[in-house]
T-cell receptor, first 112, second 112 residues
Framework: GNSVTQMEGPVTLSEEAFLTINCTYT??????LFWYVQYPGEGLQLLLK?????DKGSNKGFEATYRKETTSFHLEKGSVQVSDSAVYFC???????????FGKGTKLTVNP | KAGVTQTPRYLIKTRGQQVTLSCSPI?????VSWYQQTPGQGLQFLFE???????NKGNFPGRFSGRQFSNSRSEMNVSTLELGDSALYLC???????????FGPGTRLLVL
């Protein structure tokens, strides 16, 4: 079945550091890929998405590229801020919906 | 445009009781999905509704049920609560089954 594997956290960085959170997936066909973010005490917010191979999703300085050859969708940001501290979830879905499958989440803490 | 709203935000119940959670989707969205989030199991898909019909169901016992109304609002019900049902229950809405899901803040259920 479909599955998502994320790098285990927690990840602790200093402000302005470079961020990478690895995500790989197993799926049949051509799923859509997503990154969601969850701030403390809140629900999930869509951060970015990509619907086909080589697509790059981007938002708020975060980027991720859909790599079919390596079945990966790694999240990157060039310079993190304290306000980026949250839990990040990689997810895949068919056509953008229908039972999203999530990774276990990676907790990011950014220190000033 | 208002986001997905969920009520109540917090709930405390005792074992054996039943509970009903409510979700109002973003205006114009016709699909609603439900997920359970626990520290141990992460985010797991419960069910998806579109046009008042359940389209997909996750691997949960029959104690978990849901429905969708003609105005796209959805409810989920858990009967005969168990301690292990303590979780954050997240609702997500999308324009349709092939569209990106947007999440609400969740209902945190504690079963004592």
């Amino acid at each position: 079945g479909n599955s998502v594997t994320q790098m285990e956290g927690p990840v602790t960085l200093s402000e302005e550091a470079f961020l990478t959170i690895n995500c790989t997936y197993t799926a049949t066909g051509y799923p859509s890929l997503f990154w969601y973010v969850q701030y403390p005490g809140e629900g999930l917010q869509l951060l970015l998405k990509a619907t086909k191979a080589d697509d790059k999703g981007s938002n708020k300085g975060f980027e991720a590229t859909y790599r079919k050859e390596t079945t990966s969708f790694h999240l990157e940001k060039g310079s993190v801020q304290v306000s980026d501290s949250a839990v990040y979830f990689c997810a895949l879905g068919r056509g953008g919906s229908e039972k999203l499958v999530f990774g276990k989440g990676t907790k990011l803490t950014v220190n000033p | 445009k208002a986001g997905v709203t969920q009520t109540p935000r917090y709930l405390i119940k005792t074992r054996g009781q039943q509970v009903t959670l409510s979700c109002s989707p973003i205006s114009g969205h016709r699909s609603v999905s439900w997920y359970q989030q626990t520290p141990g199991q992460g985010l797991q898909f419960l069910f998806e509704y579109f046009s008042e019909t359940q389209r997909n169901k996750g691997n949960f016992p029959g104690r978990f049920s849901g429905r969708q109304f003609s105005n796209s609002r959805s409810e989920m019900n858990v009967s005969t609560l168990e301690l292990g049902d303590s979780a954050l229950y997240l609702c997500a809405s999308s324009l349709g089954p092939q569209e990106t899901q947007y999440f609400g803040p969740g209902t945190r259920l504690l079963v004592l």
